[in-house]
């Protein structure tokens, strides 16, 4: 996954699964390798939550 070039990973999932054990499990893992993860509802959310995240860390 690092090796690809992937640093961020915004999911879009339906809410009732966004807290599942499976889906903070799954977080967790990609965030080991390095990747910055996190679930969303709607895509708006995951592309605002990747610009100002993006942004962010590179200050």
């Known amino acids: ?15 009732k699964i966004h807290h599942s054990p ?3 499990r799954l977080v967790a893992e990609y965030q080991k390798l390095g ?3 996190a679930c969303f509802a709607t895509p ?6 990747l610009i100002v995240y993006k942004s962010c860390t590179h200050i």
């Open 1 to 15: 996954m690092m090796l690809a070039g992937w640093q961020y990973w915004a999911m879009v999932l339906p809410r």
């Open 35 to 37: 990747a910055k993860t």
């Open 44 to 49: 708006e959310e995951a592309l605002h939550w």
């Open 22 to 24: 499976n889906m903070r």
